[in-house]
Nanobody, 126 residues
Framework: QVQLVESGGGSVQAGGSLRLSCAAS????????MGWFRQAPGKEREGIAM????????AYADSVKGRFTIYRDNVKNTLYLQMNSLKPEDTAMYYCAADWAVVALCRARQNDYPYWGQGTQVTVSS
């Protein structure tokens, strides 16, 4: 049974950094796509960073481009999101997601991802 478990969230002041982790268990081989999504209160869940596991290609939402970095340690089966220069508007619940289906493009669409973690809260104060 596939399980994704996020960690690393917390409270930080604006301008600070956090690194989120997403550990995968119950898997026999790596997913094709993985991503980080976030959902702020009263807002829809949005995809912010995607990675194609095979070639390591990445894509980012404009709101986080240049500040966040997605990467994966394939030996540890762990996905990371390094978040720098955090802003109050980055405050949200952050989720990792995975999909084993081979697709033309790993997209930031939550319906494309059947496996989700429980989320980790990030709060950025001004």
């Amino acid at each position: 049974q596939v399980q994704l478990v996020e960690s690393g969230g917390g409270s930080v002041q604006a301008g600070g950094s956090l690194r989120l982790s997403c550990a995968a268990s119950g898997i026999t081989y790596s997913p094709y796509c993985m991503g980080w999504f976030r959902q702020a209160p009263g807002k829809e869940r949005e995809g912010i960073a995607m990675i194609t596991i095979g070639d390591g290609s990445t894509a980012y939402a404009d709101s986080v481009k240049g500040r966040f970095t997605i990467y994966r340690d394939n030996v540890k089966n762990t996905l990371y999101l390094q978040m720098n220069s955090l802003k109050p508007e980055d405050t949200a619940m952050y989720y990792c997601a995975a999909d084993w289906a081979v697709v033309a493009l790993c997209r930031a669409r939550q319906n494309d991802y059947p496996y989700w973690g429980q989320g980790t809260q990030v709060t950025v104060s001004s």
